[in-house]
């Protein structure tokens, strides 16, 4: 088997294993009322936030899942890693995880599942002078070891504001790279992610869960999966 395919198949097996692990309760838990991402997607940003070294850089929780499922990953790591996550707030009509408020909601919910503590959150769009600002100040260059984007699809930007932070083989975790039935987010993602993997600059693992594509930054060294 090439190499590209072995990580393939070395993720896939991990998020396997994981189905009789205890986390995969907990998590499963969590993600019926608190996010929008599958469960394999959940596990996926647990084990990066467990096993990797670096950092980890979120943009767009909303209500507080993929962001607890990696401050649960770095509980388990037992390291001290600095979780930051990026959210503007605001209401949203989501038909089964609706909110008349974004940040309230989410900081109840770091709090009640025990993890706020070990979350920074920045109020604010990734995009704003004074969110990356305040990113910066907390996050050395080179330092991310997972990066997860579920925001509005414009994946390249939010790429182009943070990649000099991104450790070489930084986990990236992106949602809405492929959305059945509701195109808005695709349209911008898939192509924009495409044109960064024919470039060199990501380095494809796999589509999981509803859609979301999973990778590496592959910086200067080959990456390969723990
Ligand atoms: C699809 S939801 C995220 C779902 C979440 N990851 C989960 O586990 O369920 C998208 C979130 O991104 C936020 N958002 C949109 N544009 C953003 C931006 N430019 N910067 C940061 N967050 C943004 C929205 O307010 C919303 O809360």
Redesign the pocket.
């Known amino acids: 088997m090439n190499p590209a395919l072995e990580n393939c198949f070395a993720l896939m097996q991990v998020l396997v294993e994981y189905r009789g692990h205890p986390i995969n309760n907990e998590l499963q838990k969590m993600r019926r009322k608190?996010?929008?991402?599958h469960l394999d997607v959940?596990t996926a940003i647990y084990h990066f936030a467990k096993i990797g070294s670096g950092h980890i850089l979120?943009?767009?929780?909303?209500?507080?899942?993929?962001?607890i499922?990696a401050a649960y990953g770095v509980r388990d790591s037992g390291q001290p890693k600095t979780i930051i996550t990026?959210?503007?707030?605001?209401r949203?009509d989501h038909p089964t995880?609706p909110t008349k408020n974004?940040l309230k909601d989410?900081k109840k919910n770091l709090a009640k599942f025990g993890v706020a503590h070990l979350i920074t959150l920045i109020e604010?769009?990734?995009?704003k002078e004074e969110?990356i600002a305040a990113v910066r100040q907390r996050l050395r260059p080179g330092s991310v070891g997972l990066l997860?984007i579920?925001?509005?699809g414009?994946v390249k930007r939010?790429l182009d504001l943070f990649h000099d932070l991104l450790a070489d083989g930084c986990w990236i975790v992106i949602?809405?790279y492929y959305m059945p039935g509701a195109k808005s987010k695709e349209v911008l993602t898939k192509p924009q992610v495409n044109a960064l993997v024919s470039a060199g600059q990501l380095e494809p693992l796999g589509l999981y869960g509803w859609g979301t594509w999973i990778g590496r930054w592959p910086g200067g060294r080959p990456a390969t999966v723990p």
Request: proline residues 5%; negative net charge; charged residues 20%.
């Open positions: 608190h996010s929008m991402l959940l979120e943009i767009g929780p909303y209500l507080g899942g993929s962001a499922a990026i959210e503007p707030g605001g949203c995880l974004i989410l604010g769009y990734s995009w969110t997860v579920d925001a509005d414009n939010d949602d809405d």
